[in-house]
C-alpha cells in the first residue's frame, strides 16, 4: 500500500464507551478518497474469549481493529459498532478504533500463569489486515508474541498483505498449530465491487493462497456469504474452486447469507439501491427470520465442495466432475466462521 500521498493530522481526543482514557483522533485521506477517521486507545485487555451462544468452534479472539474500512454489506460484525455509540452503517466503515498497545498487552495476556494455551482466532470481528495495518503495523508484534509463546493462532483476512509478515507465520508453524484463509466469496469483477467495495482485488487473495501454501502455511479459502442471485452463479463459483485448487488450498469451505439484527435493514437498502430486481427474492428468502429456508442454505453449501480436483484440472461450468473428495478440515474451524 502506498502512503506517500497520504495526510493525517491530530484533530482532537475523544472518549469512547468503555475506555477509561481518551482516544487520539486521527484522519487519514484514505484509497479510493475516502475520509476515515481513526481513534487511538489503550486497550485493557485485548484476548477476547467468545461467548458460547456465539456457537464458533474457538473460544479466544483477537481484534487489533474495531469497525472495518473495507465496507462490506454483509458484514455481520456491523452491529457490534453500537456498543461504542457508532451506527452499524457508515461509522462502521469510517470510524475506526485502533487498539495501539495491542502486541504488548497481547504479550503480558500469553504470559499469565493463569492462560492454558488455547487457539486463539483473528479475523472473526473485523479484518487484522484492513488497509491501515500497513501504516500502523501491530500484527508483526502479535505474530511474535505468538511464536514465543509457541500458541497456536489462526487468521482469516480479506487481504494479501498478510504476506508481508509469512516470515512470522512460518515461525510460528514451526513451533505450534497455525493456519490462514483468505475470503473470496468472489471474483466476478460486479458482485466484487458492489458488495466489498473497499476490499483488495479477489483474485490477489487467491494468489496469496498460493503463496502461503507454498511456504508450508496450511491456508483455505472461504466462499462466503454465498447471496443469491448475487454471487452464486455455478459458473463463478466453478471458478473459485479451480483457482483455490491450482493454488493448494487446504480446503474451500462456502456458507449462505445470514442477517441478524442490523445487517438485514442495511443489506435490505443495499438492494434497493443496488439490485431492487432482488428485493422479492431475499423478502422471501429471508421472512422468517435471520437465515434463509434450509432447502436453500443446503443448495449453496453443496456448491462449494473443493477442493475436489486435481490442480490444473478444468470446471468451468460443471461443478463435481469427477466426484468430489472430502477436503481436510482445518484445524482451527475458522471456515466455519461465516
Known amino acids: 500500500m502506498r502512503w506517500s500521498n497520504l495526510s493525517t493530522e ?15 483522533v486521527r484522519h487519514f485521506e484514505a484509497p479510493d478518497a475516502v475520509r476515515t477517521r481513526f481513534y487511538e486507545v489503550r486497550a485493557k485487555s485485548i484476548l477476547n474469549r467468545v461467548p458460547e451462544a456465539s456457537q464458533v468452534p474457538f473460544k479466544w479472539t483477537i481484534n487489533p481493529y474495531r469497525g472495518c474500512s473495507h465496507a462490506c454489506v ?3 460484525a456491523r452491529p457490534t459498532h453500537t456498543y ?18 495491542a502486541p504488548e498487552r497481547l504479550r503480558a495476556e500469553l504470559a499469565r500463569p493463569s492462560w492454558q494455551g488455547e487457539h486463539v482466532a483473528l479475523g472473526t470481528n473485523t479484518d487484522p489486515y484492513q488497509w491501515v495495518e500497513g501504516r500502523y503495523r501491530l500484527m508483526p508484534g502479535i505474530w511474535e508474541a505468538f511464536r514465543d509463546a ?4 489462526s487468521v482469516l483476512t480479506k487481504s494479501p498483505l498478510l504476506l508481508r509478515d ?34 483488495p482485488n479477489p483474485r490477489a487473495r487467491l494468489d496469496a493462497v498460493a503463496e502461503l501454501t507454498r511456504a508450508g502455511i496450511r491456508t483455505g479459502v472461504l466462499v462466503a456469504p454465498l447471496m443469491p442471485g448475487v454471487n452464486d452463479a455455478p459458473e463463478q463459483v466453478a471458478e473459485i474452486l ?42 422471501q428468502l429471508y421472512r422468517r427470520g435471520a437465515y434463509a429456508p434450509a432447502e436453500e442454505r443446503r443448495r449453496l ?22 466426484p468430489a473428495r472430502e477436503p481436510p478440515r482445518s484445524t482451527s474451524g475458522q471456515e466455519r466462521l461465516f
Not at 453449501?301 to 469427477?322: F, H, N, T, W, Y
Open 166 to 199: 509469512l516470515r512470522l507465520m512460518r515461525e510460528i508453524a514451526a513451533r505450534t498449530e497455525f493456519s490462514a484463509a483468505l475470503s473470496v466469496p468472489t471474483i466476478d469483477e460486479r458482485a466484487w465491487r458492489a458488495t466489498e467495495p473497499h476490499t
Open 74 to 76: 454483509y458484514c455481520f
Open 10 to 24: 491530530t484533530e482532537e481526543r475523544a472518549r469512547l464507551p468503555g475506555y477509561a482514557d481518551g482516544a487520539v
Open 242 to 283: 479451480e483457482r483455490a485448487t491450482e493454488a493448494g488450498a487446504a480446503y474451500v469451505s462456502g456458507i449462505a447469507l445470514h442477517l441478524r439484527g442490523q445487517v438485514r435493514g442495511l443489506f435490505f437498502d443495499w438492494l434497493r439501491e443496488h439490485r431492487p430486481d432482488l428485493l422479492p427474492r431475499y423478502e
Open 84 to 101: 461504542l455509540d457508532f451506527d452499524a452503517g457508515r461509522d462502521f466503515e469510517r470510524e475506526i478504533v485502533v487498539k495501539v498497545n
Open 150 to 153: 509457541a500458541n497456536p493462532c
Open 301 to 322: 453449501a453443496a456448491m462449494v465442495k473443493g477442493p475436489d480436483l486435481a490442480p490444473g484440472e478444468r470446471v468451468r461450468g460443471r461443478m463435481q466432475s469427477p
